[in-house]
């Protein structure tokens, strides 16, 4: 076949450059034994020829993929969006490819751990949000790749996540320095395994009340369903039902803190006037609603964690029990406000929206 009417061959690029074979292979592999002006020459020939080299033969030279896998719970959340948007470039700028595996479910993530496609189709395996059995986390240990864990601390393992005890302490200290003391904190309740928010925040809810003196309540503890409207309701309906009802709300996520919001004006309950919402995250919504909140930046989660995985697929001896771990903020907007007090005597021993706002004597 004329070598017009057929692809190029790497002997096509060396004859056209005047180099070895060999010389070709080793520049287009990005080898440091190239000369600048050899690599020049073999580049531009490459170009002109439309050479590109196949991935599946350099992985045979190189014993790299060119790839680097990703295992997500969902690709439908701000978070996810926002830390691949800032991994994806930085992957291409290395000349790799980003290949993602989403498991929504407990039977795909059972079928990934089964099969564990990514151990042929990848040089590294970002983890993100995904609370691992001992023996899930020793599978990934066998698959002979970097792993990193985004958005989770694992213990010995590479992990890249914020300080979510310090981001929740910081966020209740705002509310406690405003004057509040009865302050409800609304976890979200997720499918098992799966951790959009941790534990670790509401321990460190629990931690600035006990460095306040403030006495832990049960009762101001409690769950429901992200994004749901009517369960946000429903929980409301607990938190002022009970006889001295919180002045203050701090949502792990600001969608739950909104949906609070929400059904707080809607029942005619003034925010922040009676009563104070912070939030966790700093969603773009959060600005839109003028929300206070404790800011991460998931785009710079996934930014550190291409970074800690590019390191550690070029330098066998990194340290692969590196911990990176990104700091939060607290963003004071509308939604928080010190605490309200009684106008009068007579206010301080009504029921229901009467004692709304006031702070325990």
Do not use: C
């Not at 406000?337 to 004597?361: F, I, M, Y």
Request: glycine fraction near 8%; proline fraction near 6%.
């Amino acid at each position: 076949m004329p070598p017009a009417q057929r692809h190029p061959t790497m002997a096509d690029v060396a004859e056209r450059a005047g180099v070895s074979t060999s010389t070709v292979s080793r520049t287009l592999r990005g080898l440091s034994t190239v000369s600048p002006e050899v690599r020049a020459r073999v580049e531009k020939a490459a170009r002109e020829l439309n050479f590109a080299v196949s991935r599946q033969a350099a992985s045979l030279v190189t014993g790299r993929t060119g790839t680097v896998a990703v295992l997500v719970p969902t690709l439908d959340s701000w978070f996810m969006g926002s830390a691949l948007s800032s991994l994806a470039p930085l992957l291409r700028a290395a000349g790799l490819q980003l290949n993602v595996y989403e498991v929504p479910d407990l039977a795909e993530r059972t079928a990934f751990f089964e099969h564990l496609p990514a151990r042929r189709n990848a040089d590294a395996l970002l983890v993100f949000s995904f609370d691992l059995t001992d023996e899930e986390t020793a599978r990934l240990d066998d698959l002979g790749m970097p792993v990193i864990y985004v958005s989770r601390q694992v213990a010995g393992r590479p992990s890249v996540y914020v300080d979510d005890v310090a981001g929740a302490l910081h966020g209740t200290r705002h509310l406690l320095n405003l004057g509040h003391r009865r302050i409800a904190f609304v976890q979200t309740a997720g499918a098992s395994g799966f951790s959009f928010s941790s534990d670790e925040r509401l321990l460190g809810y629990q931690q600035a009340l006990t460095e306040a003196g403030v006495p832990l309540d049960d009762a101001l503890v409690v769950s429901t369903r992200a994004g749901d409207k009517r369960a946000a309701a429903e929980v409301l309906g607990t938190l002022l039902s009970l006889r001295e009802p919180p002045t203050a709300v701090f949502a792990e996520q600001d969608e739950l803190a909104v949906a609070l919001i929400w059904n707080l004006r809607r029942t005619q309950i003034a925010v922040p006037e009676r009563v104070s919402v912070l939030g966790y995250d700093d969603q773009p919504l959060a600005d839109w609603f003028d929300l206070s909140t404790v800011a991460q930046s998931p785009s710079d989660m996934g930014r550190e964690a291409g970074e800690l995985a590019l390191k550690l697929i070029d330098d066998s001896g990194a340290d692969h029990e590196r911990h990176v771990v990104l700091p939060t903020y607290v963003i004071p907007r509308a939604t928080t406000a010190p605490v309200a007090r009684p106008r009068d005597e007579g206010e301080r021993h009504t029921g229901g929206e009467g004692t709304l706002g006031r702070a325990p004597s």
